[in-house]
């Protein structure tokens, strides 16, 4: 394929091959960051929490008035959804994972540290937490009954033991030996014994940036019973009785005592849908914002080639008449639009990585690998290509004789 | 001779229906994608308090000392302290140095309807002072706020909602009937009428699109009723337990406003403000030099980002789209213009100057950019009622358009068309008259 009279006729229309590599560059950088914020938010909602959460409900339970024997109607409460068919095993606690609020606390390695070694969202439970939730103990062991101790939301107080995930066991004691060490939690001077580490626990939040993202998987349970006008209850329930135990589960706290307020009653499997709502949102505007994109830029290619064509027609009739084949003319649009286009995808790769490092700096998002923009690369010549076939395959179907008769 | 161009353009347009439909189309997607982003990002970035957001000021007040400790994760020690102490709240309350002061603050309590047959239900409250009110601007419809005394009083008295107002009393006036929080009886001393700044500037903590509370209470009420802050509780290692301990701590907790009209009171308060950290430090409570700010509504703003990151990658993707669909349009525009060569070469020869063909062209653009924004208008509205499908509930209130909003996006499109159309319209006017009619 002789390039030069391409080249030469692209120049007297320099304006039109201008505008479509443009398109093609602007086209592939938005493409290559917006599919890689597409696919940093579908990993970020997919990230596991730890929970068995098919089986899993939150009653989300208030007591009216502040009464004095909180502590005791919870257990009865508690004990009351453990007896219930379907239960697995309850637990009360201050908060769940994927709530997006909750509490977060230093964690130092001495009492006196300034700036602590890590931070942590706290969840209080008893020794029915862990089997409540479905977590994985891999090493150490649960709390004793004897362990747990009442504690309200205004108390600073610090634990004796703790059990804390293996993503915080790790980042407080890289060489791996975190079980039995002590830490000091809370801003106390008294050491708090690790006896348990977990697979894994995420922390309330769900947020895509930050310590967040960063530390979501640095939870520990306290050996706590939380007493507050308002605490939550978590159900695990045999599978597939998640509907029918939630509506008896209702039952039987308002036959226990009326003077509550049940403020939320959902399956954990909506509690994810409403954590990761708005990330799932951003992805699916990004991925039609994309799908739109390349449309126009698609039918921007057809429309301009098109035009190139009827101006041409006289020139192509001209060679077909001179022996030039139908697949010479095909392959006369296609190789100009791939000179077109590769210089766009070139200027593309560029633009990309520059907006990519750009937003690595405003919305610490992480580096885009240099091969994804290659994809794209590819990805916009084909569309490129794509494109072009439609009016070329026009130009190449037309007769030699009716092209040259008149324009 | 506008009408006759514009007649010229419909019927310039009409000859090549595919090309017209994909410029307007482009144009209208492009103006649909980014008047979206754009709407929502103007209605959560606007001025809440309208006339007003200059002269309320925000105080923030350094009870940590200028290097502290780690205080959360991601905290940013160069940073002040978005609330306060309900130490320093109560102690600039007692100063009342400026026009109108409030120490706020969000909480809950449950409801128990006098009616025995239906369950008691939930209320966000707001714990505030008097002055919240006029400080505010907030309409009332039936009543008034309570009283300064009522607040030295620590009264059982509440301001409802209209909402609330409609569901308890049929939107009958309540004042002087009572309402049952957490088995307590309160005075409905106002009902209010709908008020919703949005953003909820006042208090950033959460849900900063909500609507904002349901009933609202006196701060000294609330605190005898250790009522626990729904919000961002932000504690120190020294606190102690207990309700008293949280309010003998450094916990922060508390939003403070002072309303403060003139350059020369603000001046004022900010030395108030130094003045007491200084004499915080003699007491020996401070261990470092004063370090106070205030912020108005709108600095407030900035300050807290109140623009979400998801938003901002909306608008910068979305105009970045529109660039892509101008540069598409021109494209095609310039391919349109260029086929029509010969009939503004037989136009040129017939007489007509360089300006005439210039003003056909650029009209021509109009009309496409005229078609671009109802195309786009009819994208906006869609993408609209997709952002409020897709996000969370939160936002969902900021989704309206009003009537600046299309204005707006009908300028931008016959403005950014107009813009795209220029270099084809200037290639027009290039056209030589003897060289068309010579292939002919």
Redesign the interface.
């Given at each position: 394929m002789e390039i030069r009279p391409i080249l030469s006729s692209m120049r007297r229309n320099k304006?039109?091959a201008v505008?479509?590599g443009?398109?093609i560059a602007?086209?592939l950088?938005?493409l290559c960051?917006?599919l890689f914020?597409v696919q940093q938010r579908i990993a970020l909602s997919q990230r596991p929490s730890g929970m068995i959460e098919t089986d899993l409900f939150t009653i989300d339970n208030?007591w009216?008035?502040?009464p004095p024997d909180v502590s005791s109607r919870i257990l009865t409460d508690i004990a009351a959804l453990r007896a219930l068919p379907g239960v697995v095993d309850a637990a009360n606690s201050n908060d769940y994972p994927l709530t997006n609020?909750g509490w977060?606390e230093?964690v130092n390695l001495t009492p006196d540290q300034?700036?602590?070694s890590a931070?942590m969202a706290l969840y209080f439970g008893d020794e029915h937490l862990i089997d409540t939730l479905g977590l994985k103990l891999v090493a150490g062991r649960n709390f004793e009954p004897s362990e747990i101790t009442d504690r309200?939301?205004?108390?600073?107080?610090q634990p004796a033991t703790i059990i804390v995930t293996r993503s915080l066991a790790n980042r407080l004691f890289p060489d791996g030996k975190a079980l039995g060490q002590s830490i000091y939690v809370?801003?106390?001077k008294h050491p708090t014994q690790i006896v348990g580490i977990v697979d894994r626990l995420q922390i309330p939040w769900t947020g895509?940036?930050?310590?967040?993202k960063k530390?979501f998987e640095d939870s520990v349970i306290e050996p706590y019973q939380f007493v507050?006008s308002?605490s939550s209850y978590i159900v695990r329930t045999k599978p597939g009785q998640l509907d029918t135990v939630m509506l008896a589960a209702r039952k039987r706290l308002m036959e226990i005592n009326?003077?509550?307020?049940i403020?939320k009653i959902e399956p954990m499997a909506d509690t994810r849908f409403?954590a990761y709502?708005?990330h799932?949102?951003?992805a699916?505007?990004?991925a039609?914002?994309c799908a739109?994109?390349v449309a126009?830029?698609g039918?921007?290619i057809v429309?301009?080639t098109?035009?190139?064509v009827?101006?041409r027609r006289r020139q192509i009739g001209i060679r077909r008449a001179l022996g030039a084949t139908r697949g010479a003319i095909l392959r006369y649009f296609q190789t100009e639009n791939l000179l077109i286009a590769s210089a766009g995808a070139i200027v593309g790769v560029g633009l990309a990585i520059g907006i990519n490092l750009w937003?690595v700096s405003s919305?610490e998002m992480p580096r885009l690998k240099f091969v994804w923009t290659l994809i794209g690369a590819v990805a916009v010549l084909l569309l490129g290509q794509f494109s072009v076939l439609w009016p070329a395959m026009r130009a190449a179907s037309l007769p030699p004789a009716l092209a040259t008769r008149s324009? | 001779m506008f009408a006759y161009y514009f007649g010229l353009a419909i019927r310039s347009l009409k000859r090549n229906v595919v090309l017209t439909v994909l410029i307007i189309a482009a144009i209208g997607v492009g103006i649909g994608a980014s008047m979206t982003t754009l709407t929502v990002f103007r209605a959560m970035g606007s001025d809440p308090i309208p006339g007003k957001s200059d002269q309320l000021f925000t105080v923030q007040i350094d009870n940590w000392g200028p290097n502290p400790e780690s205080s959360g994760p991601g905290s940013k020690s160069h940073r002040l302290q978005d609330q306060l102490s309900y130490t320093d709240a109560m102690a600039l309350m007692k100063a009342h140095a400026a026009k109108r002061q409030s120490a706020m603050y969000a909480s809950g309590v449950s409801l128990t309807p006098a009616n025995p047959d239906l369950l008691p239900f939930q209320l966000h409250i707001r714990a505030a002072f008097t002055d919240f009110f006029p400080m505010f601007e907030v309409p009332f419809l039936y009543g008034a706020p309570w009283s300064a005394a009522d607040d030295t009083a620590h009264a059982q008295v509440v301001v409802i909602t209209r909402a609330l107002n409609d569901k308890l009393f049929a939107g009958a006036n309540s004042v002087g009937k009572t309402l049952n929080l957490e088995g307590h009886e309160y005075r409905i001393a106002g009902v209010l009428d709908t008020w919703a700044p949005i953003p909820k500037f006042y208090d950033l903590n959460d849900e900063r699109f909500s609507k904002g509370a349901d009933v609202y209470l006196p701060f000294t009420r609330a605190i005898d009723e250790q009522m626990e802050a729904w919000g961002s509780v932000n504690c120190r290692d020294n606190a102690e337990s207990g309700w008293q301990g949280r309010l003998r701590s450094e916990c922060i907790w508390v939003q403070y406003w002072a309303e403060l009209p003139t350059s020369a009171e603000q001046g004022a308060y900010r030395r108030f403000l130094d003045n007491y950290a200084a004499e915080q430090r003699s007491a020996g409570r401070f261990h470092w030099a004063p370090r106070t700010a205030l912020q108005n509504v709108r600095e407030w703003m900035v300050y807290q980002q109140i623009i979400p990151d998801e938003v901002r990658i909306l608008v910068l993707v979305s105009f970045s789209f529109l660039f892509v669909c101008l540069l598409n349009a021109m494209g095609l525009m310039l391919a349109k213009t260029m086929g029509r060569s010969r009939d503004i070469g037989v136009r040129r020869a017939l007489g007509a100057t360089r300006r005439a063909v210039f003003a056909q062209c650029l009209i021509e653009s109009g009309v496409v950019g005229l078609g671009g924004a109802a195309v786009g208008l009819v994208f906006t509205w869609l993408g609209l009622l997709g952002l409020r499908a897709l996000l969370s509930a939160k936002s969902v209130e900021l989704t309206h358009m009003n009537a600046t909003d299309i204005a707006i996006v009908v300028a931008v499109a016959v403005v950014a068309t107009l813009l795209a159309g220029l270099y084809p319209t200037w290639r027009a006017t290039k056209i030589q008259p003897a060289w068309q009619l010579k292939a002919q």
């Open positions: 304006v039109g505008l479509i443009l398109q602007v086209t950088a938005i960051n917006g914020i208030g009216i008035g502040n609020s977060t230093g300034k700036n602590s931070f309200g939301s205004t108390d600073r107080v809370e801003g106390g895509a940036a930050g310590w967040q530390y507050d308002a009326r003077n509550r307020l403020t409403t709502q708005d799932r949102g951003l699916i505007i990004l039609v914002v739109a994109l126009v830029t039918f921007g429309g301009l098109s035009y190139w009827s101006q937003m919305f324009a | -």
